[in-house]
């Protein structure tokens, strides 16, 4: 059965029995700082899991797209060795938020695996949590499954948690018996838990019922559910009878291209160059999807999980050819997906620059590293061990990722010291500064506290003081003086919402003004930090004000960013993807990616379908409506965003903007007043960053360029238009002017050489001669010593004092003469008594130093 079909029946199975359709979301995760990547199907279902959100529907089925290759869920070092390992996968679940349980989730995995897929009853079996005695019971009496194929065990295997906090339960697991030709042929231990091939499992079905706590804790869900994933690659390999998931159709094409690029078949290499071809089709297939869904290879969090995934099939390719094929296996990909993740096909030219720059990249530092790790290999032949510090200068110095150095050093039967290394990393970290707790962010405020957002409506809002916080903990009062968190049944003042900035503003107790210090959520609630200007207690009235200067440019800002957005998908293509912003009230940030640099014909083309959207005056609407409504009118939800489904705030400029976004945004257009862009720049491979000003702030840098302009107009006595033809006129003159004089003090060098060779002096047999030249470049000095030392080896030192105080310095000393002149330590004579900087060898020391007095 072909991946598609099993895909098929798997979705119309559980739409069948009442369950909603949902889409993969994407592999950031939204706004949850406990992962680096969607790593199971129910990271999309969190809140509702938690309680603390409703949808439309209490059943769901999904096919989430995975990555594990870092944090708990790490299988980076196992991919390519085993038959299935996998850095990307694709998860099938059901769910159920507060629907069925455990009898309804086992039925469900029973009927669908038997009945719609016809796997043999005789071959499956069930493991259920050691305490579990309703699960094992529904398995018995409900399904008839023998009690000789029910096993119960421990936490290890039968405890599922998402992440180091949140929802977790007892889990019950499928797994299908291969026979014993697959196993340890130990037939008492043998089992579901054993570690050899026989028993694979299928499906994990979740019983939500915990959410774990920062302390290890568990606290009961408000209400249970299920989560079941079974991935669609192992599957796969059950319905088309083969042994490992890289012999599915998932990987055939690319594994089939690999060959044609490298010029390898596949069934015919060795387990390690086999494992080379894993390697690569996988990788490939994690790179892609997460470059498609915005991120981006750099030096920490996710970009460095993908720069690792990255590097490491660099690694593996070279084993299979010299040719850079990786970035090319991308289109593989995308052809294959692009029916199911129809977002890929936007992204295909990013993807393919993006990956051709980091491999490209890397090629050379692993060519040098490569070096380098074989010399620590020998050097460490006794001991079968790298040391921490030797894997940390691989890393530091050629960006060789510690999971890169272990397997290279296993290749050649080396272990690495990690505990080394980690201290290594550690140290490192600690003198780049240490990161600090918020602990408000586990402060409990009580369901009776919630504040209300009134700042899309007013600046200005009364209220009275339901909270106060102070030292990180809840109080009734607070004394003159003492800085606090103000928290208000209502306020007006913004705090994050796509990129835009917190609100300045002020509290009103009474007439006295104390202005905001920060404002910021603890938990969910708007909480304004100020230095109490008096006594405040729980219940008095204040008045709440925002800084109306301050937000008006903002949302100049903000609505502008929209308009940046759209001008750059008609400019550029519908390929152009946020990845970050910031809104401020004297500039936006737009980052973007697009495989190619701006020309200034398309900046000017953006700027100019900004500005006309901007003189139109164009009603900025403002709408509430379902997620999936809003997304049918075309409206841009952005990775890593969190969206409800039930209402979303969109945000239209007639039929040239839609977009999702909480923040705060001008009425019309015009209110903007006008556009300029200011500076553009490559951020990485693939990754682009617009800065822009809008309204006072752009009227003055117009105002700064026109005085500028009438400046240097006066002063050419040119007209505007002609400012650059007489600059570039003018630096010709001086560039001729300075090929002149340099010419001139050629000659008067070469005047002086003579008199400066009868000047040279013999000292303990070697010729010697110090020269100060007036304003002399490097260059002079390089010459001049280097002439004398041809017409007379020996020992010459050339200086030049320069305007800010300081001396050039060269010296140079012939070959012959370096056993009695150790240029070494002569540098080191000079960095200690003239503050040297600069070069040393054996024969040369070129620098500046102090002024001798």
Request: hydrophobic share 40%; with cysteine; net charge neutral.
């Amino acid at each position: 059965m072909k991946s598609s079909e099993i895909r098929q029946r798997f979705f119309n199975y559980f739409i069948k029995n009442g369950h909603e359709q949902v889409a993969s979301s994407s592999l950031i995760p939204a706004q949850d700082p406990t992962l680096l990547f969607t790593n199971a199907g129910m990271n999309q279902f969190k809140d509702l899991f938690l309680g603390q959100e409703k949808r439309s529907y209490t059943r769901a089925v999904s096919i989430q797209k995975c990555v594990r290759a870092g944090g708990k869920h790490n299988d980076l070092d196992n991919v390519g060795f085993t038959k299935r390992h996998l850095t990307f996968f694709e998860m099938m679940g059901n769910f159920s938020f507060g629907d069925y349980f455990k009898k309804e989730a086992i039925q469900f995995a029973w009927e669908f695996l038997t009945k719609e897929l016809k796997l043999p009853v005789t071959h499956l079996h069930a493991t259920v949590f050691e305490t579990d005695d309703e699960a094992y019971d529904i398995w018995h009496k409900e399904m008839g499954l023998p009690t000789t194929m029910i096993h119960r065990l421990g936490a290890k295997d039968n405890f599922w948690q998402m992440g180091d906090l949140g929802p977790c339960g007892p889990c019950t697991e499928i797994h299908l018996d291969r026979g014993p030709e697959f196993g340890c042929k130990d037939i008492t231990t043998c089992g579901p838990s054993c570690d050899c091939d026989r028993f694979l499992e299928i499906w994990n079905l979740v019983f939500m019922q915990f959410d774990r706590q920062a302390d290890g804790s568990l606290k009961p869900l408000k209400q249970t559910g299920v989560d079941t994933g079974m991935g669609l690659e192992r599957l796969a390999t059950i319905m088309q009878n083969t042994d490992s998931v890289f012999t599915t159709d998932l990987f055939a094409n690319i594994i089939k291209k690999t060959e044609e690029l490298s010029g390898l078949i596949y069934a015919q290499q060795n387990a390690l160059l086999q494992a080379a071809f894993h390697v690569i089709a996988d990788h490939i297939r994690s790179s892609t999807m997460l470059i498609a869904d915005g991120c981006a290879p750099s030096n920490e969090g996710r970009g460095y999980v993908l720069r690792k995934i990255i590097r490491r099939a660099a690694l593996f390719t070279q084993k299979l050819t010299d040719n850079n094929i990786f970035p090319t296996l991308s289109r593989i990909v995308i052809a294959d997906m692009a029916t199911i993740y129809p977002e890929l096909k936007a992204q295909a030219e990013l993807v393919f620059s993006v990956l051709t720059s980091e491999t490209e990249k890397f090629s050379a530092n692993l060519t040098r590293g490569r070096v380098i790790l074989a010399q620590y290999l020998q050097e460490s032949n006794k001991t079968k061990q790298l040391t921490g510090q030797q894997a940390f200068k691989l890393y530091d110095t050629y960006g060789f990722p510690i999971e890169l150095v272990g397997a290279v050093a296993r290749e050649q039967g080396y272990t690495v010291d990690t505990a080394s290394f980690e201290a290594e990393m550690a140290a490192q970290q600690a003198q780049s500064g240490k990161k600090t707790t918020d602990l408000l962010t586990t402060l409990e405020l009580g369901p009776d506290i919630q504040s209300e957002f009134t700042g899309y409506q007013e600046l200005e809002t009364h209220s009275t003081i339901i909270a106060l916080v102070h030292d990180n903990k809840l109080v009734d009062r607070v004394a003159q003086g003492q800085t606090c968190y103000v928290i208000t049944r209502k306020s007006p003042f913004f705090i994050v919402g796509g990129g835009q900035v917190p609100d300045e503003g002020w509290l009103l107790f009474n007439g006295t003004k104390a202005p905001l210090l920060s404002v910021r959520f603890i938990n969910t609630v708007i909480a304004a930090e100020i230095k109490a200007p008096h006594t405040l207690a729980v219940g008095d009235k204040i008045t709440a004000h925002v800084d109306r200067t301050w937000r008006t440019n903002a949302m100049k800002n903000h609505t502008a960013t929209h308009l940046l957005q759209a001008a750059l998908m008609t400019v550029c293509g519908k390929q152009i993807k946020q990845s970050g912003s910031l809104v401020h009230p004297d500039y936006l940030r737009f980052d973007f990616t697009y495989h190619e640099n701006l020309t200034q014909a398309q900046i000017t083309q953006v700027e100019n379908v900004v500005n006309e959207k901007i003189r139109a005056d164009i009603c900025v609407d403002v709408q509430y409506m379902p997620l999936a409504k809003a997304l049918e009118q075309g409206a841009l939800a952005f990775f890593g965003d969190k969206y409800k489904p039930e209402q979303v705030r969109m945000i239209g400029i007639d039929e040239f903007s839609r977009e999702l976004c909480g923040g705060t945004h001008v009425k019309t257009t015009g209110a903007i007043g006008t556009f300029k862009i200011i500076e553009v720049t490559a951020l990485s491979a693939g990754h682009r960053r617009i800065v822009a000003v809008t309204g006072p702030r752009a009227m003055e840098l117009f105002q700064d360029i026109f005085n500028t302009t009438k400046a240097l107009s006066q002063e050419f006595k040119v007209r505007r238009e002609d400012i650059v033809n007489a600059i570039t006129k003018q630096k010709e003159e001086v560039k001729e002017l300075q090929a002149h004089i340099k010419k001139v003090r050629s000659q008067l060098i070469h005047l002086q050489l003579q008199n400066w060779q009868q000047h040279i002096e013999v000292v303990n047999g070697v010729p010697f001669l110090l020269i100060s030249v007036e304003d002399g470049t490097v260059q002079e000095l390089r010459d001049i010593a280097h002439t004398l030392s041809q017409k007379q080896p020996g020992l010459y030192i050339v200086v030049s004092e320069t305007a800010d105080g300081k001396s050039l310095f060269v010296a140079t000393v012939d070959e012959r003469y370096t056993a009695a002149i150790n240029m070494q330590q002569f540098g080191v004579w000079l960095k200690d008594n003239y503050g040297l900087k600069g070069g040393v060898n054996k024969n040369t020391i070129q620098g500046n130093t102090k002024t001798a007095s």
